[in-house]
């Protein structure tokens, strides 16, 4: 291989890695959702919460930006929200994990999120049946919002079971109903 040529090749190489960087994913969340999960940290009641109503505005966000005629970009912003959707939803499913883990009773705030799982569900079959959609529009966020409902459909039964499991757990004292206590942190 010639010097022209390694040199070249040196520089693609760079240029694709510092291209794939500059992709990296943007987080979802704005500072202040950020501050109160992180507030949040040890109380799984109003963590999930927070993130079942973070999800929930990107959906109602996304149906305010495809009913507004003026929308530019609407195939892309339609991409970017149910993104934003499923990157919180799965945020939630970690935390869930999380918790779980740790043995604390999150019965209360799963029964939210078992009710939140229907509307979810409903609003985005909503949008893939939506009438008047071009091909093409739909083309470009097709992929993310088939991802998003199998997340859901296959989240929802999980969420329903582990109600089941903890519940039973309750019943024989297995689950931390004190999640902070011992650590310096205080419910609010």
Do not use: C
């Given at each position: 291989m010639s010097r022209g040529s390694l040199i070249l090749l040196s520089l693609a190489i760079l240029l694709a890695a510092g291209s794939a960087f500059a992709q990296r994913h943007r987080?979802?969340?704005?500072?202040?959702?950020?501050d109160k999960i992180r507030d949040t940290s040890w109380e799984p009641n109003q963590r999930l919460a927070l993130y079942v109503e973070?999800?929930?505005?990107?959906?109602?966000?996304?149906?305010?930006m495809r009913n507004n005629p003026k929308t530019l970009n609407?195939?892309?912003q339609t991409h970017d929200l149910l993104d934003d959707f499923q990157l919180l939803y799965d945020e939630l499913n970690d935390n869930i994990d999380t918790y779980v883990?740790?043995?604390?009773?999150?019965?209360?705030?799963?029964?939210?999120?078992?009710?939140?799982d229907s509307e979810f569900s409903s609003k985005l079959r909503?949008?893939?049946?939506?009438?008047?959609?071009?091909?093409?529009?739909?083309?470009?966020?097709?992929?993310?919002?088939?991802?998003?409902?199998?997340?859901?459909?296959?989240?929802?039964?999980?969420?329903?079971?582990?109600?089941?499991?903890?519940?039973?757990?309750?019943?024989?004292?297995?689950?931390?109903r004190h999640p902070s206590e011992g650590t310096g942190v205080s419910p609010e």
């Amino acid at each position: 291989m010639s010097r022209g040529s390694l040199i070249l090749l040196s520089l693609a190489i760079l240029l694709a890695a510092g291209s794939a960087f500059a992709q990296r994913h943007r987080d979802p969340l704005t500072q202040p959702e950020i501050d109160k999960i992180r507030d949040t940290s040890w109380e799984p009641n109003q963590r999930l919460a927070l993130y079942v109503e973070f999800a929930r505005t990107r959906l109602v966000n996304l149906e305010e930006m495809r009913n507004n005629p003026k929308t530019l970009n609407r195939a892309q912003q339609t991409h970017d929200l149910l993104d934003d959707f499923q990157l919180l939803y799965d945020e939630l499913n970690d935390n869930i994990d999380t918790y779980v883990d740790r043995k604390d009773d999150i019965r209360k705030p799963l029964k939210v999120i078992i009710e939140a799982d229907s509307e979810f569900s409903s609003k985005l079959r909503a949008l893939k049946d939506a009438a008047g959609v071009k091909p093409a529009e739909f083309s470009l966020y097709e992929f993310v919002l088939t991802n998003a409902l199998d997340t859901v459909d296959s989240s929802t039964e999980d969420h329903r079971k582990l109600l089941t499991e903890q519940e039973d757990e309750s019943k024989h004292k297995k689950l931390n109903r004190h999640p902070s206590e011992g650590t310096g942190v205080s419910p609010e």
